[in-house]
């Protein structure tokens, strides 16, 4: 019975030893992925008098996947910064016409302008929703065509 005891105690040791060895190469293993992400990630920091651009997210006005939804705009702008809040958050200058939104957004909505002489930005008649929506349509159609399948009728 005594031999019992030894044996339990034995492999309670092990296991223990075991567990902590995988959670030493676990905490290893975080560590080296925290470093790697930490490595990419920059700050966000903006700065009053700064110019950003606003993301939005496209919907398509007719109910089915179109094509010209890959080139909508997914940031418009540019827009100054009036001010910072907090840490996290931005009050921005908007148009006239976007009146229906609220000035303050959180930094990850917005993508730093860095300006240039040659580039020159002409503000679109775009209706933003509230919740940061657009509607696309169809302007034109450029060219269509018929795809014959090699499978098929032949």
Request: a positive charge; charged letters at 25%; hydrophobic letters at 35%.
């Amino acid at each position: 019975m005594e031999n019992h005891w030894c044996w339990v105690l034995s492999f309670l040791q092990q296991t223990s030893e075991e567990v902590r060895a995988i959670q030493e190469r676990m905490r290893a293993t975080q560590s080296r992925q925290k470093y790697y992400a930490d490595k990419r990630r920059r700050p966000l920091e903006f700065e009053a008098g700064d110019h950003v651009f606003l993301r939005v997210t496209p919907t398509a006005g007719i109910r089915r996947a179109i094509k010209s939804r890959k080139l909508t705009p997914r940031f418009v702008g540019p827009y100054q910064i009036l001010r910072r809040i907090g840490v996290a958050a931005c009050e921005i200058a908007l148009l006239p016409h976007l009146t229906n939104l609220h000035n303050v957004f959180h930094v990850s909505q917005l993508r730093k302008y860095v300006a240039d002489p040659s580039h020159v930005l002409e503000p679109d008649d775009i209706q933003i929703r509230e919740d940061l929506t657009m509607s696309t349509r169809l302007v034109r159609i450029l060219d269509s065509q018929v795809k014959q399948l090699r499978g098929e009728g032949n």
